[in-house]
Every structure is written in structure tokens, then in C-alpha cells.
């Protein structure tokens, strides 16, 4: 069962969207309504709109952990391609070249809009940049939305829309998170331990953490209108959630993050080519699958 | 009572009596056993598995089978490579720098006993505040190096995205941090020289860098080989520094051994191939230490 609710939220900047003057220059120039980013070609579009005005269009993840799979496997997926799936139970490399080539390469033009050390981001970078106001839109994780919420922290603390991530060419990926409440087969006592499972799934304790900072993974607290005031990306979560990628969890899976992100930083970072780097991310993972 | 009766001696021994001594120091064996000896026994031990943890039920006497899969491994060979490659640039460097700055130094006065106080200041950071604060100064936007380069005309750069750059980082976080060690060590070491044989050699016309080859250097050379050789063993463990700075990237350029050890261990699991590459980490320090200390540091019992 899932913990919480951890999957990647979109964070738009509504002031930047709602400017008069930002809507009529950005339809005259590109002939649709600004507004949060729905497809990766308006994502595209806006982040290049306000890029140009002086505001950063895109935060990426690039530091060397996970995040930076993460971020592999939305664009992947968006595109359509996954890295690795699981056929009758073995988990197989199934990663389309020509699709991931294209993943990278429009995370590469993305990065043209990214604030100066795009290449180096991870949390602090991010939420420090989107909190001076410097960036239009990213991606989020739930735990940390808070921050950007913290007027004593954020220049942008109630200008932001939550929404499900923008759709890529393929369809909607939204990175799910993978903390979980899990009963080892092996447990002596289960009873108790599924007794404890309901507890904390219950709505009468998710009322209760829900003010301690808890995000909820029960559509009914999450759609609650009492909390989608105070809380508006609730209702994002559950749109995400319905649009959630996991990353293959296999005994392997901690190797298969490392050769995903090296070969995904080697390329948007343009160190190798996006063909090599997806030829070699597959030539390692088939090794590290087939031993 | 005379210490020897306190202590024991070969007359109680052979009367068969017992060994108070040896039972004073069974503590600090009991000790040393537990916390050094055993887990190297117990490290071979792991080595010699195929070993998952998620599988530790499962796992497969191997032989020297991980040892040589080490020598197949990119990945190692590579984080050797790095790891080799930041010894003989970072400890030289120090080595150098530590001595001039302890030569200049070397004077009386308080001015002088200020600053070598002050010099010392880097080396009680602790190691992961000083990669933080590295890190801080290299980000773009912030970081004051990240400024004057910007100033200097190299533009706005994610320095630490960059692998050289990133590689050459991490070595000068290490210089800035530990150079004063070599100092601290060089100096003690420069004030117990005898003055008479320097002052000697200036009337005698000898110039600094005959003083400085001819008498200073070979009178150092057991204190000089002592700070090095305490600074490799420190130099090949670095972990924390290099681990909040860069986490090993970008990619696997700055994924020293340590680091990489750690990885295998305790993020992908597979704690027999770890335990293997510590026991060869344990071997090269080994080694590299008797060099070191062969010929340029002589123990108690071996002055003639």
C-alpha cells in the first residue's frame, strides 16, 4: 500500500499566466492562450516565450541521484519507450531508440531555457530558483510543495497552479514516488501489522496527519474541497496519480538507475550523442538484466 | 615493590606463576581484535561470496572469483585509476606547499605564531562541511568562484557538471583542506633541527636551495615520509567530501574508490563484491605504506 501520495505535481506560475500583457504578446506570437502547459509542444513554447522576457521557462533535475532517472524515465515514457518492463515475470530491456533519441532531445531544448547551471540542479537548486521568482513552470514532488508555499520563504507563495504533468507526444507520465506500507512475508505477527495498515490508510487518521504536513494517498481526502483550499495540489496528486509511472522495482533496479541516469546526463549535458548514449544505456542494461 | 615485580617477569614466568602484564593488556587485545582484526578476517571472509543482501540466504562461495571479476570491471578499474590519480596530484601538492609555508614561517614572533595558527584553521573542518561549503562556492549563481570565473569571462557554468573541472574540485577542496596538516607536520619537524648545522652551512656560503636539498630536506625525511604516509592512508578513504560535493559524478568522474565501494555496498547490495574491493584497497594502503616507511622512518628497536 502506498505510504503517501509521492508523484510528480506540475507547478505553473498563475501570476506569469494571468499578466495581460504576457497573454496578448505570447497568442499574438504563437496563436493559442497562455495557460499552464498542457503538451509538451505548448511546455516547449511557453518556457521559450518566457525565456525571453527574462524568466527562466523550466527547472530540470540533473544532479547525479535519482531524481535524475526520474526525470530519464518521464521524458522516456512521455515519448512512449520505457527503459524496462517486466514480461512474465523477467524484467526485460525495452527501451525504443528512435523514441528515447527524441525524449532527449527535447529535454535538451528545453534546457536552452533553464537557468545558468542547468546541469547541476537538484532540490535546493530548484526550489531556490522557482521561490526568487525566476522560474515559469516544473515539475514538483509533494513533500516539498510546502516550501514553495511558505510566504516567510517564497516570493511566489499563492501564485502557483497545480496541475498533473503536461502530456508528451505518447501520452501523460507523471513519476511516481515509492514509499510503502509493506508486510514482509515473513512477519510473526500480521495481524497487528495489517491492523496498523488500516490505521494509518483509515480517513480518521489521515484527517488527523493531514495538518502535520501527511499527504494522503485516498482520493476522498484528496478531492476534499475543505482541503483543496488550503491545499490546492491535492487535487493535482490525484490527477497525477491517475496518469502514475512507477520505476521498475527489481533487485537490480539500484545498477539500472546508474547506467539510466549516466547515459541520460552524458547526453542532454551533450557529452555524448543522444544515439550513442541510448545505445550504450541499452548495450549495459541488457548486460546487467541477462546475468 | 620494584616495577618488574609489578609487572611480572621471566623469573615468575618460568616459576609458572601468573602473567599479570599479559592480563592488563587482554582489554586493549580484546579491543583491538574486535574492531580491527576481526573485521578484516571477516571482510576476506565476505569476499569470498557471491553475496546479495537481499539474497544473504542464497549466497555462493566464489573463491577468489570476485578478485578477478575486480579486474574485468570498468567501473573499478576506472575509480583505481581516479583514486591513483588523486594521491599523486593532491599529496604532493601539500607536500610542497606545507613545507615552504612551514620554511617561511619558521620564525620568531608573535605575528608569525598568529598566522601559523590561523593557517591551521582548515584542517578542523569537518570534511563534509568543507565539500558543502565547496560545493556552495562552485554553484552557479551564487558561489563566489562560480562569480570570479563568470568575472574572468569563463561564463555562467554548473562547474561541477563539468568532469575535469569537477575531477580537478575535488583535489583542491583536498589541498585547501589538508595542506596545513603537512605544515603542522613539517614545522615541528623544522624546529627540532639543530640550528648549528644551518647557521653553519650560511657561513659557509651554502644558498637557500643547497640548504634547502643538502641539509634541510634529508634532516625532514623521517618527519616529511611520516606526514605523507598518514596522509595516504587518510587520502585513500576519502569518502564524505567527495560524496556531498559531487556524489562521484557527473557520470563517474569523480567516483573514487571509496565511493565506488560504497555503491556497490550499500546502494546496489552486493556486499561480497564490495568486501573484495576493500580488501584490495586495504592491500594497496598496505603496500604503498611499507614503502614509504622502508628506509625513511626507523622505529625504536631499529637505530643502531
Given at each position: 500500500?502506498?505510504?503517501?501520495?509521492?508523484?510528480?505535481?506540475?507547478?505553473?506560475?498563475?501570476?506569469?499566466?494571468?499578466?495581460?500583457?504576457?497573454r496578448t504578446e505570447f497568442k499574438a506570437k504563437y496563436g493559442y492562450d497562455l495557460g499552464v502547459p498542457?503538451?509538451?509542444?505548448?511546455?516547449?513554447?511557453?518556457?521559450?516565450?518566457?525565456?525571453?522576457?527574462?524568466?527562466?521557462?523550466?527547472?530540470?533535475?540533473?544532479?547525479?541521484?535519482?531524481?535524475?532517472?526520474?526525470?530519464?524515465?518521464?521524458?522516456?515514457?512521455?515519448?512512449?519507450?520505457?527503459?524496462?518492463?517486466?514480461?512474465?515475470?523477467?524484467?526485460?530491456?525495452?527501451?525504443?531508440?528512435?523514441?528515447?533519441?527524441?525524449?532527449?532531445?527535447?529535454?535538451?531544448?528545453?534546457?536552452?531555457?533553464?537557468?545558468?547551471?542547468?546541469?547541476?540542479?537538484?532540490?535546493?537548486?530548484?526550489?531556490?530558483?522557482?521561490?526568487?521568482?525566476?522560474?515559469?513552470?516544473?515539475?514538483?514532488?509533494?513533500?516539498?510543495?510546502?516550501?514553495?508555499?511558505?510566504?516567510?520563504?517564497?516570493?511566489?507563495?499563492?501564485?502557483?497552479?497545480?496541475?498533473?504533468?503536461?502530456?508528451?507526444?505518447?501520452?501523460?507520465?507523471?513519476?511516481?514516488?515509492?514509499?510503502?506500507?509493506?508486510?514482509?512475508?515473513?512477519?510473526?505477527?500480521?495481524?497487528?501489522?495489517?491492523?496498523?495498515?488500516?490505521?494509518?490508510?483509515?480517513?480518521?487518521?489521515?484527517?488527523?496527519?493531514?495538518?502535520?504536513?501527511?499527504?494522503?494517498?485516498?482520493?476522498?481526502?484528496?478531492?476534499?474541497?475543505?482541503?483543496?483550499?488550503?491545499?490546492?495540489?491535492?487535487?493535482?496528486?490525484?490527477?497525477?496519480?491517475?496518469?502514475?509511472?512507477?520505476?521498475?522495482?527489481?533487485?537490480?533496479?539500484?545498477?539500472?538507475?546508474?547506467?539510466?541516469?549516466?547515459?541520460?546526463?552524458?547526453?542532454?549535458?551533450?557529452?555524448?550523442?543522444?544515439?550513442?548514449?541510448?545505445?550504450?544505456?541499452?548495450?549495459?542494461?541488457?548486460?546487467?538484466?541477462?546475468? | 615493590?620494584?616495577?618488574?615485580?609489578?609487572?611480572?617477569?621471566?623469573?615468575?614466568?618460568?616459576?609458572?606463576?601468573?602473567?599479570?602484564?599479559?592480563?592488563?593488556?587482554?582489554?586493549?587485545?580484546?579491543?583491538?581484535?574486535?574492531?580491527?582484526?576481526?573485521?578484516?578476517?571477516?571482510?576476506?571472509?565476505?569476499?569470498?561470496?557471491?553475496?546479495?543482501?537481499?539474497?544473504?540466504?542464497?549466497?555462493?562461495?566464489?573463491?577468489?572469483?570476485?578478485?578477478?571479476?575486480?579486474?574485468?570491471?570498468?567501473?573499478?578499474?576506472?575509480?583505481?585509476?581516479?583514486?591513483?590519480?588523486?594521491?599523486?596530484?593532491?599529496?604532493?601538492?601539500?607536500?610542497?606547499?606545507?613545507?615552504?609555508?612551514?620554511?617561511?614561517?619558521?620564525?620568531?614572533?608573535?605575528?608569525?605564531?598568529?598566522?601559523?595558527?590561523?593557517?591551521?584553521?582548515?584542517?578542523?573542518?569537518?570534511?563534509?562541511?568543507?565539500?558543502?561549503?565547496?560545493?556552495?562556492?562552485?554553484?552557479?549563481?551564487?558561489?563566489?568562484?562560480?562569480?570570479?570565473?563568470?568575472?574572468?569571462?569563463?561564463?555562467?557554468?554548473?562547474?561541477?557538471?563539468?568532469?575535469?573541472?569537477?575531477?580537478?574540485?575535488?583535489?583542491?577542496?583536498?589541498?585547501?583542506?589538508?595542506?596545513?596538516?603537512?605544515?603542522?607536520?613539517?614545522?615541528?619537524?623544522?624546529?627540532?633541527?639543530?640550528?648549528?648545522?644551518?647557521?653553519?652551512?650560511?657561513?659557509?656560503?651554502?644558498?637557500?636551495?643547497?640548504?634547502?636539498?643538502?641539509?634541510?630536506?634529508?634532516?625532514?625525511?623521517?618527519?616529511?615520509?611520516?606526514?605523507?604516509?598518514?596522509?595516504?592512508?587518510?587520502?585513500?578513504?576519502?569518502?564524505?567530501?567527495?560524496?556531498?560535493?559531487?556524489?562521484?559524478?557527473?557520470?563517474?568522474?569523480?567516483?573514487?574508490?571509496?565511493?565506488?565501494?560504497?555503491?556497490?555496498?550499500?546502494?546496489?547490495?552486493?556486499?561480497?563484491?564490495?568486501?573484495?574491493?576493500?580488501?584490495?584497497?586495504?592491500?594497496?594502503?598496505?603496500?604503498?605504506?611499507?614503502?614509504?616507511?622502508?628506509?625513511?622512518?626507523?622505529?625504536?628497536?631499529?637505530?643502531?
Amino acid at each position: 500500500m502506498p505510504i503517501n501520495a509521492n508523484v510528480y505535481v506540475w507547478l505553473t506560475r498563475k501570476d506569469l499566466i494571468n499578466d495581460p500583457k504576457y497573454r496578448t504578446e505570447f497568442k499574438a506570437k504563437y496563436g493559442y492562450d497562455l495557460g499552464v502547459p498542457k503538451t509538451f509542444k505548448e511546455l516547449r513554447d511557453m518556457a521559450e516565450f518566457f525565456y525571453s522576457k527574462g524568466i527562466y521557462g523550466f527547472a530540470p533535475f540533473t544532479k547525479q541521484t535519482e531524481g535524475s532517472t526520474a526525470e530519464a524515465i518521464f521524458m522516456f515514457e512521455s515519448f512512449g519507450t520505457s527503459p524496462l518492463t517486466v514480461q512474465g515475470g523477467k524484467v526485460v530491456v525495452s527501451l525504443d531508440e528512435k523514441k528515447a533519441v527524441e525524449a532527449i532531445n527535447f529535454y535538451k531544448e528545453l534546457l536552452k531555457f533553464s537557468p545558468p547551471g542547468a546541469l547541476d540542479m537538484g532540490h535546493s537548486e530548484r526550489i531556490a530558483a522557482f521561490n526568487q521568482g525566476k522560474v515559469f513552470t516544473m515539475f514538483q514532488w509533494p513533500a516539498l510543495v510546502p516550501q514553495h508555499e511558505d510566504p516567510n520563504n517564497s516570493l511566489v507563495a499563492g501564485k502557483i497552479i497545480y496541475s498533473a504533468p503536461p502530456v508528451g507526444p505518447v501520452k501523460v507520465a507523471a513519476i511516481r514516488g515509492c514509499w510503502v506500507l509493506a508486510m514482509p512475508i515473513a512477519s510473526k505477527n500480521k495481524a497487528a501489522a495489517a491492523e496498523f495498515a488500516y490505521w494509518w490508510a483509515s480517513y480518521e487518521t489521515g484527517q488527523k496527519l493531514i495538518p502535520k504536513g501527511f499527504t494522503p494517498a485516498r482520493s476522498d481526502l484528496l478531492l476534499n474541497p475543505n482541503y483543496n483550499k488550503e491545499r490546492p495540489w491535492f487535487k493535482a496528486i490525484f490527477d497525477s496519480m491517475r496518469n502514475a509511472v512507477a520505476r521498475p522495482r527489481f533487485t537490480k533496479y539500484p545498477e539500472a538507475s546508474q547506467i539510466i541516469r549516466n547515459y541520460w546526463l552524458a547526453a542532454i549535458s551533450g557529452k555524448m550523442s543522444p544515439e550513442e548514449a541510448v545505445r550504450k544505456m541499452k548495450d549495459e542494461l541488457s548486460e546487467l538484466v541477462g546475468k | 615493590m620494584s616495577s618488574a615485580s609489578l609487572l611480572g617477569n621471566s623469573k615468575t614466568k618460568k616459576s609458572g606463576g601468573a602473567c599479570p602484564h599479559w592480563f592488563f593488556i587482554i582489554p586493549a587485545l580484546v579491543i583491538v581484535f574486535a574492531i580491527l582484526i576481526f573485521p578484516v578476517i571477516y571482510s576476506v571472509y565476505m569476499a569470498t561470496f557471491e553475496w546479495h543482501l537481499f539474497y544473504s540466504a542464497e549466497r555462493k562461495f566464489v573463491g577468489v572469483g570476485n578478485f578477478i571479476q575486480l579486474f574485468r570491471d570498468k567501473e573499478f578499474l576506472h575509480s583505481l585509476w581516479l583514486q591513483f590519480g588523486f594521491v599523486v596530484i593532491a599529496l604532493p601538492i601539500e607536500t610542497v606547499l606545507g613545507f615552504f609555508v612551514a620554511l617561511l614561517l619558521n620564525r620568531e614572533g608573535k605575528f608569525y605564531a598568529l598566522v601559523r595558527s590561523l593557517l591551521l584553521l582548515p584542517v578542523f573542518i569537518l570534511p563534509v562541511i568543507s565539500g558543502l561549503t565547496w560545493r556552495l562556492m562552485l554553484q552557479p549563481g551564487y558561489g563566489i568562484i562560480s562569480f570570479i570565473l563568470e568575472k574572468l569571462g569563463f561564463g555562467v557554468k554548473a562547474w561541477l557538471a563539468e568532469p575535469d573541472f569537477a575531477y580537478g574540485m575535488v583535489i583542491v577542496q583536498d589541498v585547501w583542506r589538508m595542506w596545513p596538516f603537512m605544515f603542522m607536520f613539517i614545522y615541528a619537524g623544522l624546529t627540532g633541527l639543530p640550528k648549528e648545522i644551518i647557521e653553519a652551512a650560511e657561513i659557509d656560503g651554502a644558498r637557500f636551495w643547497t640548504r634547502v636539498f643538502k641539509i634541510i630536506l634529508p634532516q625532514l625525511r623521517p618527519t616529511i615520509a611520516t606526514a605523507f604516509l598518514l596522509r595516504l592512508v587518510d587520502a585513500l578513504r576519502i569518502f564524505s567530501e567527495v560524496y556531498v560535493m559531487t556524489g562521484g559524478g557527473p557520470g563517474n568522474a569523480t567516483m573514487l574508490l571509496s565511493l565506488y565501494i560504497n555503491k556497490q555496498a550499500f546502494e546496489f547490495f552486493n556486499i561480497g563484491y564490495a568486501a573484495a574491493m576493500g580488501v584490495v584497497l586495504l592491500v594497496l594502503a598496505l603496500t604503498l605504506s611499507f614503502f614509504i616507511v622502508r628506509g625513511n622512518i626507523q622505529f625504536e628497536g631499529e637505530r643502531g
